[in-house]
């Protein structure tokens, strides 16, 4: 058990570090700076695949959704991840790998932290696809996201090999 809590607080530190170096060292994505990085600071470019690093803050859900409700967001933030750790704790006996529910958890704290101590969640990766911006994301996004998909793969998986 303590291998695990050491893993996901390890996760947990290095998306809120991320964060934080992000908000200090990486200038704003300008909303009138056209062209790659966009005013951030260029990865690579390769293919017609562009990566780099543009600080933006978002005060919504996901893709910016829901603007301005960040109380409201917060609230319900919080009830899922209470929700999420009394089934792994008490209900989870095996049923469905814990794994990657704990990367679900952990990277709503993250994000939850963020609206804690900026008001806003910090986000940073950007990839442009042929010419097409894709959300800027950080790593809790990345955990949350990879969670989700373990957890459909599983579910998809149980099925199968029901039948």
């Known amino acids: 058990m303590k291998k695990w809590v050491a893993l996901f607080a390890s996760l947990l530190g290095a998306d809120l570090i991320s964060k934080a170096l992000a908000s200090a060292y990486i200038a704003p994505m300008l909303p009138k700076i056209f062209g790659y990085p966009f ?4 990865i690579f470019e390769v293919f017609g695949i562009s990566f780099s690093l543009n600080t933006v803050v978002n005060s919504g859900a996901a893709w910016g959704f829901f603007q301005g409700y960040s109380g409201l967001l ?12 009394v089934h792994l704790i008490f209900f989870n006996k095996g049923k469905t790998p814990a794994f990657p529910l704990w990367l679900i958890v952990t990277g709503a704290i993250g994000n939850g932290i963020d609206y804690l101590v900026y008001g806003h969640v910090i986000d940073f990766f950007h990839f442009c696809f042929w010419g097409h911006s894709f959300a800027i994301f950080n790593l809790a996004d990345c955990y949350i996201s990879l969670g989700v998909i373990g957890t459909l793969l599983y579910s998809r998986l149980a099925k199968v090999r029901a039948v």
């Open 74 to 85: 917060f609230l319900i933030r919080a009830l899922i991840i209470g929700g999420l750790i």
């Open 39 to 42: 005013g951030g600071v260029a």
